[in-house]
């Protein structure tokens, strides 16, 4: 059980986590902060957040725990905004979905009070962002990668592990560098082909026509192409060299399916088409039997 939650950022994933810790009964009070006066008087409303802070530094006064709800981008400067009123006993948290730019800015803005951090990013989230859609259930069942410093304390990591396991997430841990090759993978480049996408589509003289024709295949391929712009800006310019790396493999696959259909090899078609189905079932087969062991 936390005294008090010092929430920076009341949007969708902040909001959320707030409302999961009550929920389950690990926080007394929560005390918010957002960089938009709005949406901390929305949060309060809600009862997302019990009180309203001016700064991200009152927001951190007298808490336990403290979570980062902002865009990575910010990270480096929040937490210098807060350094003074961190202690060793404090645990403090983020939910960015990069790592190593986080873990680079946590060193030069905390100094010796990095012991207190836990990168965290918890593998989850919904299209539309804003306190308003803020859900307490957003975290049961998710993932959740910690990334810890050289210096995290180890008291601090096993509180935030057991944090998150109760919130009923399944909970690993690796280094920020493998976290971001990972990533950069299995959810920044998916992103940015999404994008891709539309862009590929809209631009074209009669786009627009073939959108309205689009059925339920394209709208789950693009699904993620209505994700937050400036938070997406952030996470590929961030791991921009791991994206880089990742359209490299892509272009390649891409190249081997364009020399099938100009060569008109249906047989090496089939046999790509067949690797990918596959491996996609093979994977997800894996994910849905580790989440029944989790449950169980």
Same mark, same amino acid.
Request: aromatic share 6%; charged share 15%; net charge negative.
């Given at each position: 059980?936390?005294? $008090?939650?010092?929430?920076?950022?009341?949007?969708?994933?902040?909001?959320?986590?707030?409302?999961?810790?009550?929920?389950? *009964?690990?926080?007394?009070?929560?005390?918010?902060?957002?960089?938009?006066?709005?949406?901390?008087?929305?949060?309060?409303?809600?009862?997302?957040?019990?009180?309203?802070?001016?700064?991200?530094?009152?927001?951190?006064?007298?808490?336990?725990?403290?979570?980062?709800?902002?865009?990575?981008?910010?990270? *480096?400067?929040?937490?210098?905004?807060?350094?003074?009123?961190?202690?060793?006993?404090?645990?403090?948290?983020?939910?960015?979905?990069?790592?190593?730019?986080?873990?680079?800015?946590? !060193?030069?803005?905390?100094?010796?009070?990095?012991? =207190?951090?836990?990168?965290?990013?918890?593998?989850?989230?919904?299209?539309? =962002?804003?306190?308003?859609? #803020?859900?307490?259930?957003?975290? !049961?069942? +998710?993932?959740?990668?910690?990334?810890?410093?050289?210096?995290?304390?180890?008291?601090?990591?096993?509180?935030?592990?057991?944090?998150?396991?109760?919130?009923?997430?399944?909970?690993?841990?690796?280094?920020?560098? +493998?976290?971001?090759? #990972?990533?950069? +993978?299995?959810?920044?480049?998916?992103?940015?082909?999404? %994008?891709?996408?539309?862009?590929?589509?809209?631009?074209?003289?009669?786009?627009?026509? %073939?959108?309205?024709?689009?059925?339920?295949? %394209? !709208?789950?391929?693009?699904?993620?192409? #209505?994700?937050?712009?400036?938070?997406?800006?952030?996470?590929?310019?961030?791991?921009?060299?791991?994206?880089?790396? $990742?359209?490299?493999?892509?272009?390649?696959?891409?190249?081997?399916?364009?020399?099938?259909?100009?060569?008109?090899?249906?047989?090496?078609?089939?046999?790509?088409?067949?690797?990918?189905?596959?491996?996609? #079932?093979?994977?997800?087969?894996?994910?849905?039997?580790?989440?029944?062991?989790?449950?169980?």
């Amino acid at each position: 059980m936390f005294e $008090q939650l010092g929430l920076i950022g009341c949007g969708l994933m902040g909001g959320s986590f707030a409302l999961a810790l009550k929920k389950a *009964g690990l926080v007394k009070r929560v005390v918010g902060y957002s960089k938009s006066p709005t949406t901390t008087e929305r949060a309060r409303q809600m009862g997302v957040i019990d009180v309203e802070a001016p700064s991200a530094l009152l927001a951190v006064a007298g808490a336990d725990i403290v979570l980062l709800a902002v865009p990575v981008a910010a990270t *480096g400067s929040t937490l210098k905004s807060i350094k003074h009123l961190i202690t060793s006993d404090m645990l403090v948290m983020d939910v960015g979905s990069t790592k190593a730019d986080v873990v680079q800015a946590a !060193r030069s803005a905390l100094g010796s009070h990095l012991g =207190s951090f836990v990168p965290a990013h918890p593998i989850t989230g919904k299209e539309l =962002s804003g306190v308003e859609h #803020a859900d307490a259930n957003l975290y !049961r069942g +998710a993932k959740v990668v910690l990334t810890p410093t050289e210096r995290t304390l180890t008291a601090q990591l096993h509180k935030a592990q057991l944090l998150w396991l109760a919130l009923g997430c399944e909970v690993s841990s690796m280094s920020p560098q +493998a976290h971001d090759a #990972a990533f950069a +993978a299995i959810s920044h480049l998916p992103h940015l082909l999404a %994008f891709a996408m539309m862009h590929s589509i809209t631009g074209q003289l009669h786009g627009e026509e %073939f959108l309205q024709l689009a059925g339920p295949g %394209f !709208r789950d391929f693009t699904r993620i192409a #209505a994700a937050d712009p400036k938070i997406w800006r952030d996470i590929l310019h961030a791991n921009r060299s791991e994206v880089l790396e $990742q359209l490299q493999h892509y272009r390649q696959a891409l190249l081997d399916f364009e020399g099938a259909l100009q060569a008109e090899d249906t047989s090496a078609l089939e046999s790509m088409i067949e690797h990918a189905s596959a491996a996609r #079932a093979q994977c997800f087969t894996a994910i849905a039997a580790s989440a029944q062991h989790t449950s169980a």
